[in-house]
């Protein structure tokens, strides 16, 4: 099946920083990436689509100067917290379709952000 | 927008029982309805999924079944055993690229 890595795996920072979070399709092409935000024992709530070449859609509730995304490749669409607090605290994690014929959704394996 | 609700929030079952899960979405026009497990700290894993054209998809122990008229769909895992247990997600795709997933079911076999 289509791999899709995302790094880090897990991060800590202090309050007031800023954080990049990586997703990668290693053996197709994404157009179009999703990012995801999972709280302990919650559900997967989308955050925001990332197209190739062209601005992020943002779900509504989700600050986009918060949560900037840029999908500057066909393989690799970036997630950065800017300005992190406790709050941001949270399970991140991206996911893409091979191709857009193609409906199933791959997952990376999510990143941990722990906000001092 | 989709809203997708999704029952029991957590289940129990003996080993070699059966497990039902049962997802229900808002969006007429959804056509896409996969499910997913989540193992602790994991990635969610597609385990099955159907189409809108479909009534009901089966995969050796796992099968899925789709009433669109009620608009409802349900997991159906068979003899289940210790490495079912999990976290399990439904979700709808409404005519849009967007996945939208219900609340998740915390599956526990018991051996």
């Known amino acids: 099946g289509a791999v899709v890595s995302q790094h880090p795996s897990w991060v800590i920072c202090k309050s007031g920083t800023s954080v990049k979070i990586e997703c990668r399709s290693l053996?197709?092409?994404?157009?179009?990436m999703f990012w995801y935000r999972q709280f302990p024992k919650q559900s997967l709530m989308l955050m925001a689509t990332?197209?190739?070449?062209?601005?992020?859609?943002?779900e509504q509730g989700v600050e986009k100067d918060k949560f900037l995304i840029n999908h500057a490749s066909l393989t690799l669409s970036t997630l950065t917290v800017t300005s992190a607090h406790p709050e941001d605290s949270s399970f991140y994690i991206c996911?893409?379709?091979?191709?857009?014929?193609?409906?199933?959704?791959?997952f990376g394996s999510g990143t941990q952000l722990s906000v001092l | 927008g989709e809203n997708v609700e999704q029952h029991p929030s957590t289940l129990s079952v003996q080993e070699g029982d059966s497990a039902v899960i049962k997802c229900t979405y808002s969006?007429?026009?959804?056509?896409?309805f996969p499910w997913y497990k989540q193992e602790l700290g994991k990635r969610p894993q597609l385990i099955i999924d159907?189409?809108?054209?479909?009534g009901e998809k089966k995969d050796q122990r796992i099968a899925v079944t789709l009433n669109k008229t009620a608009k409802h769909f349900s997991l159906h895992i068979t003899e289940t055993q210790p490495e079912d247990s999990a976290v399990y997600f439904c979700?709808?795709?409404?005519?849009?690229?967007?996945?939208?997933f219900g609340t998740g079911t915390r599956l526990q076999v018991f051996p």
């Open positions: 996911s893409a379709r091979p191709g857009t014929r193609e409906e199933k959704l791959f």
């Open positions: 053996d197709f092409q994404a157009t179009t």
């Open positions: 990332s197209n190739e070449g062209s601005k992020a859609t943002y």
């Open positions: 969006d007429s026009a959804s056509n896409y």
């Open positions: 159907i189409r809108s054209n479909v």
């Open positions: 979700a709808a795709r409404p005519n849009t690229d967007k996945l939208i």
